[in-house]
């Protein structure tokens, strides 16, 4: 059991880590605080280019007061060089007598040796306080650095009959204000939107983070288009517009797309990678390893139906967020997902989170075997 300090004090470290969102990405989002006779003597956050891990940043500001306090952490303490010495180390230096972090490192380099190498030296360790909410804050590193793969979030917009769409063509109507503007926080904290062909010849959407806050990377902008439809359309597409300067739209297409829509498309600032083509798209695996390999963490899936029925049926969904609107479209209009029945191969793991967002409901839901 913590007491009623240590919940306080931790959540002060997940506050600091969550201002790493967008400015941390590869690496984890971790704040710590150095806590001396119950006052915050040290704060820390890390931010990928400033390099400094958080608890190094907090021990610094205590100074001398560290000697004999408490260090929290939403993360545990890293204990191998990178590109910084180990944190455990610095931890030890400082004479920090109890460490208490929110979760075990899922980096297979840590993984628990941090915790284990303070207590040898004689620190008293605790992990998992405020652990679900330390979990959720690094949910697409803790995948990424396990699997090589980014964590990949569902997003969508339905009717209370589960469409998202009236009409396959064009766009409807259906997010409130709301609900549009927590779509744009869910897509500042991603690294990468995905969307396919059809979505972007329908509904012609800029897909960025539009929440004005600081970025270390744009957010990409990924595409599946395994002929290049996108080059063949006459009306222009806002897509487009950023592209060449920021570099931030990645097409995958299949090796049969011709080279003279390969060449339009690097004329307008796209980047183009091809993968293998599969039934009826693309190799949704190969899609998602490269993503990885590009120390892209995180993506926010918002396609059609098409697109999302092979996600889901291909196990590469990890979140459900659907954001259901208080209207009914009907049997002929787009459904969420178009897919064979899953026979509970994909089944919801815990509670399902509901919360109202302006008149609409928004419900998320973590996918497992």
């Given at each position: 059991m913590y007491r009623l300090n240590d919940l306080d004090f931790m959540r002060e470290a997940l506050r600091l880590a969550a201002e790493g969102t967008a400015?941390?990405?590869?690496?984890?989002?971790?704040?710590?605080?150095?806590?001396r006779e119950g006052e915050i003597v040290g704060r820390g956050v890390h931010l990928y280019e400033r390099q400094t891990h958080a608890e190094v940043m907090a021990l610094a500001e205590a100074g001398e007061r560290a000697q004999g306090g408490t260090l929290?952490?939403?993360?545990?303490?890293?204990?191998?060089?990178?590109?910084?010495?180990?944190?455990?180390?610095?931890?030890?230096?400082?004479?920090?007598?109890?460490?208490?972090?929110?979760?075990?490192?899922?980096?297979?380099?840590?993984?628990?040796?941090?915790?284990?190498?303070?207590?040898?030296?004689?620190?008293?360790?605790?992990?998992g306080c405020l652990g679900?909410?330390?979990?959720?804050?690094?949910?697409?590193?803790?995948?990424?650095?396990?699997?090589?793969?980014?964590?990949?979030?569902?997003k969508a917009a339905t009717s209370l009959d589960g469409r998202i769409a009236a009409f396959s063509t064009r766009p409807t109507a259906i997010s409130s204000h709301p609900a549009r503007e927590r779509v744009q926080q869910m897509r500042h904290q991603c690294d990468a939107v995905l969307a396919g062909v059809g979505t972007v010849l329908a509904d012609n959407p800029l897909l960025t983070d539009r929440t004005k806050r600081p970025r270390r990377r744009?957010?990409?902008?990924?595409?599946?288009?395994?002929?290049?439809?996108?080059?063949?359309?006459?009306?222009?597409?806002?897509?487009?517009?950023?592209a060449r300067r920021n570099r931030d739209v990645l097409i995958f297409h299949a090796p049969t797309a011709s080279a003279e829509r390969r060449t339009a498309l690097d004329k307008a600032g796209a980047r183009l990678q091809e993968v293998a083509a599969a039934e009826h798209g693309l190799e949704l695996g190969a899609v998602l390893r490269h993503l990885g390999s590009e120390d892209i963490t995180s993506v926010l899936l918002e396609a059609g139906g098409r697109l999302?029925?092979?996600?889901?049926?291909?196990?590469w969904?990890?979140?459900?967020?659907?954001?259901?609107?208080?209207?009914?479209?009907?049997?002929?209009?787009?459904?969420?997902?178009?897919?064979?029945?899953?026979?509970?191969?994909?089944?919801?793991?815990?509670?399902?989170?509901?919360e109202s967002v302006g008149p609409d409901v928004m419900i998320e839901a973590y996918l497992g075997e």
């Open positions: 400015l941390a990405s590869p690496n984890p989002r971790v704040g710590a605080v150095v806590v929290y952490l939403n993360l545990e303490p890293c204990c191998h060089a990178g590109r910084t010495p180990p944190c455990t180390e610095a931890v030890i230096a400082a004479g920090i007598k109890r460490v208490v972090a929110g979760m075990i490192d899922p980096n297979p380099r840590v993984a628990g040796a941090g915790l284990q190498q303070l207590a040898a030296a004689g620190i008293a360790v605790e992990s679900r909410e330390a979990q959720r804050l690094n949910e697409g590193f803790a995948k990424w650095i396990r699997t090589g793969m980014p964590f990949v979030t569902l744009p957010l990409l902008r990924v595409i599946l288009d395994a002929t290049l439809r996108v080059a063949a359309t006459e009306v222009p597409l806002q897509l487009f517009k950023t999302n029925g092979a996600m889901l049926a291909g196990g969904v990890d979140k459900l967020v659907l954001f259901q609107a208080p209207l009914l479209l009907g049997a002929n209009a787009v459904p969420l997902a178009e897919m064979p029945v899953m026979a509970g191969t994909r089944m919801v793991r815990g509670p399902l989170q509901c």
